[in-house]
């Protein structure tokens, strides 16, 4: 069974155009995230839901809307795709501990490649 | 503000021999400290973590770090490396505690290249 899985795993588009990249994790974590990978790997935070609420809203244009319809899901639309939105999306959960708030430890996705022509 | 700096954007070491990826961290206490694993085309996976105790963490696939914290440094090491562990690594940093909002902090990331 997939943890934490992402659809699509590719995703070629044109300039202008509205994507939908959907998440979901069966490992009953309370807190998902939305990542940003560009080519040279660096890992920019974009979202972070707990419990559905978000949580954590970095500067990332309005274009990006993450919603989260439950606990386990947490789904990332794009409006007015542009070239810089090309990158590779993760996914990811972080499960919570008794005495630590946050374990810190997130598991991640296999990631959405988008490529904006 | 915290930082997280891997000075070696790549290393190459031949299959067999030991490895040592460099991480040190800008942090006003000790913060939590993560090292993943991306392998080509996947996600990252945790390998190891330090939250408190032995400053010696071992992890998965046979890795382990040290966290020393007068030099803010937590070091992967692997004594004998395989043509497997080629992938990108990544240092990551976490405040304390780590309340509903909290954000890891990454490094930049050490892309392993293996020789045979």
């Known amino acids: 069974d997939t943890a934490v899985s992402q659809t699509p795993k590719y995703l070629v588009t044109q300039m202008g155009n509205d994507k939908s990249i959907k998440c979901e994790q069966n490992?009953?974590?309370?807190?998902m995230y939305w990542y940003k990978q560009d080519s040279k790997k660096f890992l920019k935070i974009m979202f972070s839901?707990?419990?559905?609420?978000?949580?954590i809203n970095e500067t990332v244009p309005n274009r990006f809307s993450p919603k989260s319809p439950d606990k386990a899901h947490l789904n990332l639309h794009i409006n007015s795709l542009e070239l810089g939105d090309s990158a590779v999306y993760f996914c990811?959960?972080?499960?919570?501990?008794?005495?630590?708030?946050?374990?810190?430890?997130?598991?991640f996705g296999e990631g959405s490649r988008l490529t904006v022509l | 503000a915290q930082s997280v700096t891997q000075p070696d954007i790549h290393i190459t070491v031949s299959e067999g021999a030991s490895l040592e990826l460099r991480c040190n961290y800008s942090?006003?206490?000790?913060?939590?400290l993560f090292w993943y694993v991306q392998s080509p085309g996947q996600g990252l996976q945790l390998l190891l973590k330090?939250?408190?105790?032995d400053t010696l963490v071992q992890g998965i696939k046979g890795f382990e770090a040290e966290f020393k914290r007068s030099q803010s440094s937590f070091n992967l090491r692997k004594p004998s490396v395989h043509w497997s562990d080629a992938a990108e690594y990544f240092c990551?940093?976490?405040?304390?505690?780590?309340?509903?909002?909290?954000?890891?902090?990454w490094g930049a990331g050490t892309k392993l290249i293996i020789k045979p």
């Open positions: 990551a940093v976490g405040a304390v505690p780590m309340d509903s909002n909290y954000q890891l902090i």
């Open positions: 942090y006003g206490a000790t913060p939590y």
């Open positions: 330090y939250f408190s105790g």
């Open positions: 490992l009953g974590h309370d807190t």
């Open positions: 839901y707990n419990n559905k609420e978000l949580i």
């Open positions: 990811a959960s972080s499960p919570r501990d008794r005495e630590i708030s946050n374990t810190g430890e997130l598991f």
